[in-house]
C-alpha cells in the first residue's frame, strides 16, 4: 500500500523526477537489443549526465552500431538541456561516462517539454523511444509518441492501462506490456531510493511471451462465476480462474495483461463493474477466441 501512495503523492504533487535503476534498465533492454541496431534512440525525458538509460545507450553505441542517441531534458526555470550523438565524442570506454557527456551538453532554445515543437522536431528524427516519462503526463506522453507513429519503450503505471488515453491502443494490439514488471524503485535527485508499486514497461516493440498460450484449466459454473449486474459478462478475479469453457464475455482484472495473447483472447471493454450490489475495481473484458 504504502508503494501505491508514493506513487499517487508523486502524480499529485507532479514531483515526476525519479532516475531509473541502471540494474532494471539492463534486466528489460536486453531483450530488445537486435531491434536497437542500427537505429536512432531518443531520449526526450532524460537528464543527460544522470540518466541511466543515457548510460546504457552510450555504453553501447558501437556494439549495437547505434545510428544516433538523441537527448533532452525538461528544465522548469530556463532552456532545457540537449545532447545528441551528431555533435558528441562517443567513447563508450572512456572511465567516466558522465564526464564524457557532460563536456558536449548544449542548451535548447526552449524548456525541453516533450510536448514543445523543438522536441518534437526531434521525436520526428528517431526510431525507437526509449526513457521514464513523467508520472503525472503518462496519457499526454502516450498520445504524443502515437501521433507520431513511433516505436518506444517507456515505464509506467499499470493503472494506465485503463486510461481512456491508453486503453484503444491496448485493445487494438498496438501498444503491450513488456518483459519484466518494470522497476519496484528509483532513485531522487537527491540520491534517495524511492519504492513504487505497479510500475511496468510498455512498449510498441514485438515481445515473443505475447504469443506464451495461457493454460486454463477451470470449469465454468454459474455459482462460481455470477454475471454482472451493469454487464453481460462474468466475474474472474485472477487471470488463472479463467474457466476454459465459457463462451461469452469476461471480465478479468486489469493485471491480466501481463499474460495476454492476441492470438487466444479478444479484448472487448473495461468498465467498473458491479456484483450483486457490491461495485468491484476495473475489469477488462474479453472474450476467448478458441470459444
Known amino acids: 500500500m504504502s508503494k501505491n501512495i508514493n506513487l499517487s503523492n508523486a502524480k499529485k504533487n507532479k ?47 558501437n556494439i549495437l552500431h547505434l545510428k544516433r542517441i538523441i537527448v533532452t531534458a525538461y528544465n522548469s526555470v530556463g532552456c ?10 562517443v567513447d563508450p570506454k572512456s572511465i567516466d561516462i558522465s564526464k564524457e557527456i557532460e563536456k558536449d551538453v548544449r542548451k535548447l532554445n526552449g524548456d525541453g517539454d516533450f510536448r514543445s515543437d523543438e522536441c ?16 503525472s503526463l503518462f ?7 502515437m501521433d507520431n507513429n513511433k516505436d518506444f519503450l517507456i515505464l509506467g503505471n499499470m493503472n494506465a492501462i485503463i486510461c481512456k488515453e491508453v486503453f484503444p491502443y491496448i485493445k487494438d494490439n498496438r501498444i503491450g506490456l513488456g518483459y519484466l514488471n518494470g522497476a519496484k524503485s528509483f532513485i531522487t535527485p537527491d540520491g534517495v531510493e524511492q519504492k513504487f508499486g505497479n510500475i511496468f514497461w510498455y512498449t510498441t516493440l514485438p515481445i515473443d511471451k505475447h504469443n506464451d498460450e495461457l493454460v486454463l484449466f477451470r470449469k465454468y459454473t454459474p455459482e462460481e462465476y455470477p454475471k454482472y449486474d451493469n454487464y453481460d459478462a462474468i466475474n474472474v478475479d485472477k487471470t488463472c480462474d479463467i474457466p476454459y469453457d465459457y ?26 463493474p458491479i456484483v450483486n450490489g457490491v461495485v468491484k475495481y476495473q475489469r477488462i473484458i474479453i472474450k476467448n477466441k478458441y470459444k
Open 15 to 61: 514531483n515526476d523526477e525519479f532516475f531509473t535503476r541502471l540494474t532494471d534498465i539492463e534486466k528489460e533492454l536486453m531483450h530488445y537489443k537486435e531491434m536497437f541496431v542500427g537505429k536512432t534512440i531518443y531520449c526526450n525525458c532524460d537528464d543527460p549526465v544522470k540518466s541511466n538509460f543515457v548510460q546504457w545507450f552510450y555504453m553501447r553505441f
Open 80 to 89: 532545457g538541456l540537449y545532447w545528441d550523438s551528431y555533435f558528441a565524442t
Open 120 to 135: 518534437i522536431d526531434l521525436l520526428k528524427q528517431a526510431d525507437i523511444v526509449v526513457t521514464n516519462p513523467p508520472f
Open 139 to 145: 496519457r499526454d506522453y502516450v498520445n504524443v509518441l
Open 247 to 272: 463462451d461469452g464475455k469476461i471480465g478479468v482484472p486489469i493485471s491480466f495483461i501481463e499474460k495476454y495473447n492476441p492470438n487466444q483472447f479478444d479484448i472487448i471493454d473495461q468498465l467498473r
